[in-house]
């Protein structure tokens, strides 16, 4: 019995020193007792290929620059011919390459040298130069996934007389202005900070003008570019820079998809304005008096798409007031929310009885959170309007959620003005809305 009795305990030792030792094995892979945040690190890669232009193709200078692409936004055959362009070699190789671009007067062009610590390694830059005015862009894309953030720069130098755009265009745009007789004649650097859009993943396109798009815009002289960066940025780190804009620094939101009707799929025509196509928005016809569905073929009764602000009409629907302002008067303050007459807005004129309208595309759909509070709202100017509320929708701006329910932003046209819509989803799952 004795014997027994011994096995016995020592059976339940062995097994109690396997418990131990389990338990403690379990305790050394659990969370250690640390003051360390959890880790909220984001990878620092830059998203652009080919940021440094240090890798490019052809055998004479300026090269073409690898990963990016270029486009000349004149059509004028002598504006594209007076364009030289592409990666250049500010090091040893400058004056020699110099020697050979025979475009105006680029044989004069100064050196830009460059924005770096190690401009021995990499003297490398992106020129455009515009001997006549024109107007040349290069850009290059990166995908910015839904509900993350980013940052955004870009070297630029302008000499004396010259100005560089640096655009940013994603479902909205944005874009920065360099101007020598504002910034100086040194490199400086340029940053977007961008919330992406809370439900899909968007392209981000970056785009570096000598020059802007629309006739009309073209400018002269050389502008030079480096260093183009885009990087992901943690919660934390928006929440540190996020701040109003300034000459060198913007902030993008895709939350709404081109929200002031400045991205377009076609360029404007200033000298013979009519309205373009926004992007990221669908036209829709709604039903008119008549029960007929208003379309694109009924150009004697509806106008629709983008136009500046001191639009005039056309000769089939005759002139209208313009939508901010005809610009003629030098005092002329534009009212909130523009900044000059030249801003794009959205226009729908039916000259008879019918419906016409746009709505944000399907992958622009707005992601409610459950438990959050929104606010949506749009500014709306109106002329001679005459409202009819017929079944099932009156006139007007509408959110619809998921579930196909719509609800009016607003509905009255008496004042012109911005109108609102509040949702408050904090009893209700997550859903998805477009506009």
């Not at 290059?140 to 955004?152: L, P, Q, W």
């Not at 709404?256 to 009519?274: H, Q, R």
Request: proline content about 5%.
């Amino acid at each position: 019995m004795k014997n027994l009795s011994s096995k016995k305990t020592m059976r339940w030792a062995v097994i109690l020193i396997m418990i131990l030792t389990l338990v403690f094995s379990l305790a050394s892979c659990g969370p250690t007792d640390t003051d360390e945040d959890p880790d909220t690190s984001v990878t620092t890669t830059n998203l652009f290929a080919n940021g440094d232009f240090k890798e490019f193709s052809g055998t004479a200078s300026p090269f073409s620059p690898t990963s990016w692409s270029d486009s000349v936004s004149d059509t004028d055959e002598d504006a594209q011919a007076g364009i030289l362009s592409g990666v250049i070699n500010t090091g040893e190789a400058f004056l020699k390459d110099r020697k050979t671009w025979t475009k105006g007067d680029a044989k004069n062009i100064a050196n830009p040298t460059t924005n770096h610590a190690n401009a021995t390694a990499d003297p490398y830059v992106l020129m455009i130069y515009n001997s006549i005015s024109a107007a040349k862009y290069y850009y290059e894309s990166f995908t910015a996934a839904a509900a993350k953030y980013y940052k955004v720069t870009v070297d630029v130098k302008v000499p004396a007389g010259s100005t560089a755009h640096v655009r940013l265009r994603g479902n909205t745009l944005d874009e920065i202005v360099v101007d020598s007789s504002v910034v100086g004649v040194e490199w400086n650097t340029y940053t977007f900070y961008i919330q992406s859009h809370s439900s899909n993943s968007k392209s981000v396109q970056l785009e570096l003008w000598n020059g802007s798009s629309g006739t009309g815009y073209g400018a002269t002289g050389a502008v030079f570019f480096d260093t183009a960066s885009a990087t992901e940025l943690t919660a934390d780190e928006w929440a540190d820079v996020t701040g109003n804009n300034t000459g060198d620094t913007h902030f993008v939101s895709m939350k709404l998809p081109n929200p002031n009707f400045d991205n377009s799929t076609s360029v404007y025509n200033e000298s013979y304005p009519a309205p373009i196509t926004p992007s990221d928005y669908t036209s829709t016809a709604g039903t008119s008096k008549d029960t007929s569905k208003a379309n694109a073929s009924g150009g004697s009764k509806i106008s629709y798409g983008i136009v500046r602000g001191d639009y005039k009409g056309n000769t089939s629907l005759g002139e209208i007031a313009e939508p901010i302002g005809d610009g003629s008067d030098p005092s002329f303050v534009p009212p909130t929310p523009f900044t000059t007459v030249k801003d794009f807005v959205l226009m729908l004129r039916n000259r008879d009885y019918t419906a016409y309208g746009y709505k944000a595309n399907s992958t622009n759909t707005i992601r409610i959170e459950r438990g959050q509070f929104y606010a949506i709202s749009v500014w709306v100017k109106t002329v001679d309007l005459l409202s009819v509320a017929y079944t099932p929708y009156p006139s007007g701006p509408y959110f619809k959620n998921s579930d196909g329910v719509y609800t009016q932003i607003y509905s009255s046209f008496s004042v012109a003005g911005e109108y609102a819509l509040a949702i408050r989803n904090n009893a209700y799952p997550t859903i998805d809305g477009s506009t």
